[in-house]
T-cell receptor
């Protein structure tokens, strides 16, 4: 079946602009995660959604970052007033439920000029 | 807090060589441990996992044993192939308030030459 998809695959933006990244999880997966991978670094957890529970936002680096998820479907990660240090690959993952194997999307490479 | 430290690469081996990629962790409680692999141009994939001490995860000829006494989860393969060239990430999952977020190491790039 279809895996996790993300769009766009690449995004180049100017400093100060807002960007929106999209994640389509695997159908039926109740848990959804966003991670960030900066060059030469491991993946950093950003935010986690599980069903209708309040999301775990503990990894968001600043209030410029926010994310939404509609039910158990699409999620969007929004970065306002982008900075150069936001340049990274943003990865989305979903799992069938809390604690199960996470399946990752191909990522969105964000470059802030 | 929870953290993962894995050997820095890059690692370059000849085909059929023995591979070890070291991974150690710091965590409270009893984490689950994972190895993820990212092949060129592809997304992260789970390679293997272990959920409790002394468990051995294995897949595609790769193995890793959960060692609580040494807080380690080293990845091994007896005979690597060119197709194993990829970036390998060690990770742990320790439930914190119900969130099974993963904590990753920085990744080790492996290149296998024919």
């Amino acid at each position: 079946g279809a895996g996790v998809s993300q769009s766009p695959s690449n995004k180049v933006t100017e400093k100060g602009k807002d960007v929106e990244l999209r994640c389509d999880p695997i159908s039926g997966h109740t848990a959804l995660y966003w991670y960030r991978q900066r060059l030469g670094q491991g993946l950093e957890f950003l935010i986690y959604f599980q069903g209708n529970s309040a999301p775990d936002k503990s990894g968001l680096p600043s209030d410029r970052f926010s994310a939404e998820r509609t039910g158990e479907s699409v999620s969007t990660l929004t970065i306002q007033r982008t900075q150069q240090e936001d340049s990274a690959v943003y990865l989305c993952a979903s799992s069938l439920w809390w604690g199960n194997e996470q399946f990752f999307g191909p990522g969105t490479r964000l470059t802030v000029l | 807090g929870n953290s993962v430290t894995q050997m820095e690469g890059p690692v370059t081996l000849s085909e059929e060589a023995f591979l070890t990629i070291n991974c150690t962790y710091t965590a409270t409680g009893y984490p689950s441990l994972f190895w993820y692999v990212q092949y060129p141009g592809e997304g992260l994939q789970l390679l293997l996992k272990a959920t409790k001490a002394d468990d051995k995860g294995s897949n595609k000829g790769f193995e890793a044993t959960y060692r609580k006494e040494t807080t380690s989860f080293h990845l091994e393969k007896g005979s690597v192939q060119v197709s194993d060239s990829a970036v390998y990430f060690c990770a742990l999952s320790a439930s914190q308030g119900g969130s099974e977020k993963l904590v990753f190491g920085k990744g080790t790039k492996l290149t296998v030459n024919p």
